[in-house]
């Protein structure tokens, strides 16, 4: 094992933890094209799903504890470890879960390539909170759904804070972003999924809207399930240009669920 002790915090290998902006972490062009996995649960996943690590960063008790499988699944990358105290000044939060590693991103794939053979997708347009991108990408993992599109102004999934929520199914789930600007949504968006063959149901309240039960939406051979921002939900030009505008019946007063919640609802029911 490469342990190193953390003498000085300001070291400029442990900047991936510590001083990178997330712009700087996403975009390859602009920073280093790395992202942070957290807790050993997740990194495992990770490197299952062969994405190649460059550092961990961990407490001195977890080497020899809950993280010994990772380390001997990372080869001879640098382990950087201090007190707790020390790792808070650095990374800004407690580590709860006790191990990060700075791991290597990939090249995403087209959406026409992770779609071609789904069946039921999941949409998301304008999710901003990484809560519930992660939430989101757990749900569509679980309950049915082959692959996750999003739209430009997303969060990142694979922000620290997405994929910790996540338990690690973003790099289970296929997924990949329709476009790369505002403009590519929604009507440029939607055109590759009507090009796919998906149909198209846009979760909203709506007087129009149909049922999550109708049986229409169950015999549809293809289906593209599409979410909207938190608070605002969809863009009124993206329902109107989709086929369905579906609804969740309500009870109690209550008019809506949080979009994480909505997507669980959802995928249980148009995924089967």
Same mark, same amino acid.
């Given at each position: 094992?490469?342990?190193?002790?953390?003498?000085?915090?300001?070291?400029?290998?442990?900047?991936?933890?510590?001083?990178?902006?997330?712009?700087?972490?996403?975009?390859?062009?602009?920073?280093?094209?790395?992202?942070?996995?957290?807790?050993?649960?997740?990194?495992?996943?990770?490197?299952?799903?062969?994405?190649?690590?460059?550092?961990?960063?961990?407490?001195?008790?977890?080497?020899?504890?809950?993280?010994?499988?990772?380390?001997?699944?990372?080869?001879?990358?640098?382990?950087?470890?201090?007190?707790?105290?020390?790792?808070?000044?650095?990374?800004?939060?407690?580590?709860?879960?006790?191990?990060?590693?700075?791991?290597?991103?990939?090249?995403?794939?087209?959406?026409?390539?992770?779609?071609?053979?789904?069946?039921?997708?999941?949409?998301?347009?304008?999710?901003?909170?990484?809560?519930?991108?992660?939430?989101?990408?757990?749900?569509?993992?679980?309950?049915?759904?082959? +692959?996750? @599109?999003?739209?430009? &102004?997303?969060?990142? #999934?694979?922000?620290?804070? !997405? $994929?910790?929520? =996540?338990? %690690?199914?973003?790099?289970?789930?296929?997924? +990949?972003? @329709?476009?790369?600007? &505002?403009?590519?949504? #929604?009507?440029?968006?939607? !055109? $590759?999924?009507? =090009?796919? %063959?998906?149909?198209?149901?846009?979760?909203?309240?709506?007087?129009?809207?149909?049922?999550?039960?109708? #049986?229409?939406?169950?015999?549809?051979?293809?289906?593209?399930?599409?979410?909207?921002?938190?608070?605002?939900?969809?863009?009124?030009?993206?329902?109107?240009?989709?086929?369905?505008?579906?609804?969740?019946?309500?009870?109690?007063?209550?008019?809506?669920?949080?979009?994480?919640?909505?997507?669980?609802?959802?995928?249980?029911?148009?995924?089967?």
């Amino acid at each position: 094992m490469n342990v190193i002790e953390i003498t000085d915090i300001n070291a400029p290998e442990l900047d991936v933890y510590a001083r990178l902006t997330e712009r700087e972490l996403r975009h390859p062009q602009k920073g280093t094209g790395l992202f942070i996995a957290e807790s050993p649960n997740v990194i495992e996943r990770a490197l299952d799903a062969g994405f190649i690590p460059i550092s961990l960063l961990m407490e001195k008790k977890h080497i020899e504890g809950q993280a010994a499988n990772v380390i001997s699944h990372c080869g001879d990358i640098p382990v950087f470890t201090a007190p707790l105290p020390v790792l808070t000044q650095l990374t800004g939060f407690a580590l709860t879960r006790g191990v990060l590693c700075a791991m290597r991103r990939r090249p995403l794939p087209s959406p026409e390539s992770i779609c071609a053979s789904a069946r039921r997708i999941a949409v998301l347009e304008n999710v901003m909170n990484p809560t519930n991108i992660g939430a989101i990408f757990r749900s569509a993992a679980a309950l049915g759904m082959d +692959a996750v @599109l999003l739209t430009p &102004a997303c969060c990142d #999934p694979l922000y620290r804070r !997405s $994929v910790r929520v =996540s338990m %690690g199914t973003v790099f289970q789930i296929p997924w +990949a972003y @329709l476009g790369e600007t &505002a403009s590519d949504w #929604p009507e440029p968006g939607l !055109s $590759v999924l009507r =090009s796919l %063959g998906f149909a198209t149901a846009a979760m909203a309240l709506r007087d129009d809207s149909v049922s999550i039960s109708d #049986p229409c939406l169950a015999a549809e051979e293809k289906l593209a399930v599409i979410l909207g921002t938190e608070g605002d939900g969809l863009a009124a030009s993206t329902i109107a240009s989709c086929n369905y505008t579906v609804r969740i019946p309500m009870s109690h007063g209550v008019d809506s669920l949080n979009v994480a919640a909505a997507s669980a609802v959802a995928f249980w029911q148009l995924g089967r």
